[in-house]
């Protein structure tokens, strides 16, 4: 494996740099030894406090207004990066934008995906070679995202990798529960034994990330950029969980057992709320489960957090934080 140890004042500059992951990746690119630049909207500081941050150049860019103004790219393009980090590319036409304006600029793009660019699973742990089917206009946006940056890479040499992360937790929000949404009043009711319903058998997957574990991935795509140029990695915990997996472990975390009733999705969705209701449909019916091994094998990617170890640190932090009463 080759790679590039030469961080020494290389400028890098990251989109979305105050955001969840940004929180903590600004960080430690700084302690790894770069020169950052974090750009954001300036409307919100870091989720977590590190003293790396009286390093970082903060520069306030509204991306959604620059683009409406042609002018996004070229900003980021004066910031005289070596490398970007862009942790908030929504729309083709945003990935388009930047390539176009960082051509022959840059030594490498580091895009953040989603696990998301495939549709239901055909076989598990699905790999990043497997035929990309996405439902949703989410997931289908970010797989032509990648799609352009794949065919950017093979055609024009453009130096590009994309990282998929599965379902981001950490410090400072609540992490998607065992019925597939973000109603931390789950975790509370698991917390004291009550009845939790769950959809179907419960055997449908979620699948967690640690917020600083794609942290980790984008760093170490920056430093073994020789074998991650052109590719594309799945960022996520080593293993899933089922539903009823995962809300048997957090009850038996909490000292109680669980209390599971299992209901028809038609029956389950009128206990909850329109909006939570297709929150949960939505991640039943990816039920994604994804193999980390491509990650590991070419730039060492070592997730630090299981799911459960990732949701756990989450919710504790609810927890003290008074968000969450159990």
Request: glycine letters at 8%.
């Given at each position: ?11 890098v ?14 960080p ?55 490398v ?67 065919r ?34 789950v ?10 319903a ?14 600083d ?29 089922t ?13 109680q ?19 939570r ?50």
């Amino acid at each position: 494996m080759k790679a590039s140890n030469d961080t020494e004042r290389k400028r890098v500059v990251v989109i979305g740099g105050t955001g969840h992951i940004g929180s903590y990746l600004v960080p430690r690119l700084v302690e790894s030894g770069y020169d950052v630049v974090s750009v954001s909207r300036g409307s919100r500081n870091p989720y977590r406090h590190n003293s790396a941050w009286s390093q970082v150049e903060q520069v306030e860019i509204d991306r959604r207004k620059a683009e409406k103004e042609g002018t996004f790219g070229d900003r980021i393009r004066k910031l005289e990066p070596e490398v970007v980090m862009d942790l908030i590319c929504y729309t083709p036409e945003s990935a388009e934008k930047l390539v176009n304006a960082l051509r022959s600029k840059v030594q490498h793009l580091i895009l953040c995906g989603t696990i998301w660019i495939h549709g239901p699973s055909e076989s598990v742990p699905t790999s990043e070679e497997e035929n990309r089917k996405p439902i949703g206009g989410y997931g289908r946006k970010k797989a032509t995202i990648e799609k352009i940056l794949h065919r950017e890479a093979r055609q024009n040499g453009f130096p590009a990798t994309v990282l998929h992360p599965g379902h981001i937790v950490g410090e400072g929000w609540a992490p998607l529960n065992p019925t597939g949404n973000f109603d931390t009043e789950v975790f509370a009711d698991l917390s004291q034994g009550k009845e939790v319903a769950i959809p179907n058998l419960g055997m449908e997957t979620v699948h967690h990330v640690h917020a600083d574990d794609v942290a980790q991935a984008f760093l170490k795509s920056a430093y073994n950029w020789n074998d991650a140029l052109g590719e594309s990695f799945h960022i996520t915990s080593p293993r899933a969980l089922t539903l009823r997996g995962y809300a048997e472990s957090m009850a038996e975390w909490f000292g109680q057992e669980a209390n599971l009733n299992f209901l028809p999705l038609e029956e389950w969705e009128e206990l909850v709320s329109e909006e939570r209701a297709e929150t949960t449909k939505d991640h039943i019916f990816h039920s994604p489960n994804c193999s980390i091994k491509k990650a590991s094998d070419k730039i060492n990617y070592q997730p630090r957090y299981s799911s459960l170890q990732a949701v756990k640190e989450s919710v504790s932090w609810l927890i003290e934080n008074g968000e969450l009463e159990v």
